[in-house]
C-alpha cells in the first residue's frame, strides 16, 4: 500500500460532515500515485453519493465528452484522480440545486491528498469552488472571465465551468468554449491518456 493509498482510505473513511449532510458520510474520492489527470470539481451529487463513483451521472457524460475520452479511461485511476472540493454529497438548497461543499472537507484532505498526486501533469478546475480555492487571488472577477482566461493558467490548471444541465445556456452564450477551449483540452487528455 502506497502513502497515498492509506491516505485515501483514511479520507473514505472520513465522517466529518456527519450531521451536517442529509445522508450518511459516504466520501467519495479517488487517484492512484500514477494518476496524470486530476479533475477538482464541486461535490458528488446524490448518484455518485450513493453508488461511490464520481461523475456517475449526466453531468460525467458532459464532462467525457468536453475531455473526449470514454467510461472506461475516465474511471481508470492510473490515469484520472478526482478530489472534489467535498467528498460527501452536501444536500439541496432551496431553489433544488445542490448546497456548496462543506468547508472542512478541503481544508483536512487536499493538503495531505494533492502532494501524493506527483505525476499529475493536468488539473481540471471543474467550477467555482475549486477555481477559487486553487487558483485563489488569480481567479477573474466571474467564473466566465477566469475560464476565458484558461491560457494564463497553464500548462498545469485548467479552468472548466460545471458540467451540468444548468450550465447548457452558458455553453451556447459563449462559444468560444467549444471553439478555442475544448480542442486544447482533448488535445492535452489524448497525450496523457497514451500508455
Not at 444541465?165 to 486544447?184: A, C, I, Q, S
Request: with cysteine; glycine share 6%; net charge positive.
Amino acid at each position: 500500500m502506497t502513502r497515498l493509498d492509506a491516505v485515501l482510505k483514511e479520507a473514505r473513511a472520513c465522517a466529518l460532515c456527519a450531521g451536517h449532510i442529509p445522508l450518511a458520510p459516504a466520501p467519495v474520492v479517488r487517484g492512484k500515485a500514477s494518476s496524470r489527470i486530476l479533475i477538482v470539481s464541486q461535490a458528488p451529487g446524490t448518484r455518485a453519493h450513493i453508488s461511490g463513483l464520481s461523475f456517475n451521472d449526466r453531468s460525467g457524460d458532459v464532462l467525457r465528452a468536453w475531455m473526449g475520452v470514454d467510461r472506461d479511461i475516465f474511471y481508470d485511476e492510473s490515469l484520472l484522480a478526482v478530489v472534489s472540493m467535498g467528498f460527501c454529497y452536501p444536500g439541496r438548497d432551496a431553489k433544488g440545486g445542490d448546497l456548496p461543499p462543506r468547508p472542512e472537507c478541503a481544508v483536512t484532505w487536499h493538503p495531505r491528498i494533492r502532494p501524493l498526486l506527483k505525476k499529475v501533469e493536468l488539473v481540471l478546475l471543474v467550477g467555482s469552488y475549486a477555481q477559487a480555492y486553487y487558483l485563489k487571488d488569480r481567479r477573474k472577477k466571474t467564473m466566465t472571465e477566469t475560464i476565458q482566461a484558461w491560457r494564463d493558467y497553464g500548462p498545469l490548471a485548467m479552468p472548466l465551468p460545471h458540467p451540468s444541465w444548468r450550465n447548457t445556456g452558458w455553453v451556447k452564450k459563449n462559444p468560444w468554449f467549444e471553439e478555442d477551449l475544448l480542442p486544447v483540452l482533448r488535445k492535452k487528455v489524448a497525450k496523457l491518456a497514451k500508455p
